[in-house]
C-alpha cells in the first residue's frame, strides 16, 4: 500500500525548533518529488516547501531562511527543520508526493500532489 | 501566482449541480488540480491538469478550463460530496491553492 506517516509534531515555544518527518512506503522513494504543505485550524492549504529527486528544494516566502527541507532516500523518509518557530506557523503539517503526468505522446500535461499523509500538528505557543 | 476561488462557501441539495471556479493571476496552461477535503482528513486528489480525472474518482466530478480560468462541477451531488474544495495551481512555485470554496448541505 501506498503511504506516507508524518511524526514529530508537538508543542513548542515561539523561538524554539521542531523537526518534523515523513515515512514513505508502497513506491520507489527517490523517484519523487515530495513536499510539506500545512494548513492552520480552519483555514486553508498553504505550500510549505518541496525537495525534487536532485535534492532540488524550494520554498515560499514566509518560510524562506527558517525551514529546511531534506530526503535521505535509503531510508525512504522525508524531513522538515523548523527553526524560529513563531505563533503562525501552528498548524497540520502534511506530506505529500508529487506526481507527473504525461500525454500519449509522452509529453508532461500535469503535476499534483497524489499522495498525503494523515498530517501531524505543530502547535507553537508559551 | 494567486488564485481566486468562488464561490468562499454554498449550500445545496443532493442531485444539485454544483460549480466551483478558480482564476490564477496569470497564465497556467493546464498546470492545475483541485482537491477535496472532509474535516478532520488530509485533502485527496480528484482533478489533474485541469480536466483529467484522478483513478478512482466518481464520473459526476469534471474539471475544465486552460490559461487563467477553471471550473470544477459535480453534476449530481452526493451526500458524500459535502466537503471543502480546493484548487492548486502547479506551474511554478511557489505552488499556491486557492482560498478553499465549502459545499454545505441546503
Known amino acids: 500500500e501506498v503511504q506516507l506517516v508524518e511524526s514529530g509534531g508537538g508543542l513548542v515555544q515561539p523561538g524554539g525548533s521542531l523537526r518534523l518527518s515523513c515515512a514513505a512506503s508502497?513506491?520507489?522513494?527517490?523517484?519523487?518529488?515530495m513536499h510539506w504543505v500545512r494548513q492552520a485550524t480552519g483555514k486553508g492549504l498553504e505550500w510549505v516547501s518541496a525537495i525534487g529527486t536532485a535534492g532540488d528544494t524550494y520554498y515560499p516566502g514566509s518560510v524562506k531562511g527558517r525551514f529546511t527541507i531534506s530526503r535521505e532516500n535509503a531510508k525512504n523518509s522525508l524531513y522538515l527543520q523548523m527553526n524560529s518557530l513563531r505563533a503562525g506557523d501552528t498548524a497540520v503539517y502534511y506530506c505529500?508526493?508529487?506526481?507527473?503526468?504525461?500525454?500519449?505522446?509522452?509529453?508532461?500535461?500535469?503535476?499534483?500532489?497524489?499522495?498525503w499523509g494523515q498530517g501531524t500538528m505543530v502547535t507553537v505557543s508559551s | 501566482i494567486q488564485l481566486t476561488q468562488s464561490p468562499s462557501s454554498l449550500s445545496a441539495s443532493v442531485g444539485d449541480r454544483v460549480t466551483i471556479t478558480c482564476r490564477a493571476s496569470?497564465?497556467?496552461?493546464?498546470?492545475l488540480a483541485w482537491y477535496q477535503q472532509k474535516p478532520g482528513k488530509a485533502p485527496k486528489l480528484l482533478i489533474y491538469a485541469a480536466s483529467t480525472l484522478q483513478s478512482g474518482v466518481p464520473s459526476r466530478f469534471s474539471g475544465s478550463g486552460s490559461g487563467t480560468d477553471f471550473t470544477l462541477t459535480i453534476s449530481s451531488l452526493q451526500p458524500e460530496d459535502f466537503a471543502t474544495y480546493y484548487c492548486?495551481?502547479?506551474?511554478?512555485?511557489?505552488?499556491?491553492f486557492g482560498q478553499g470554496t465549502k459545499v454545505e448541505i441546503k
Open positions: 508502497g513506491f520507489t522513494f527517490s523517484s519523487y518529488d
Open positions: 505529500a508526493r508529487g506526481e507527473y503526468y504525461y500525454d500519449s505522446s509522452g509529453y508532461p500535461k500535469g503535476y499534483a500532489f497524489d499522495i
Open positions: 492548486q495551481q502547479l506551474n511554478s512555485y511557489p505552488r499556491t
Open positions: 496569470q497564465g497556467i496552461s493546464s498546470y
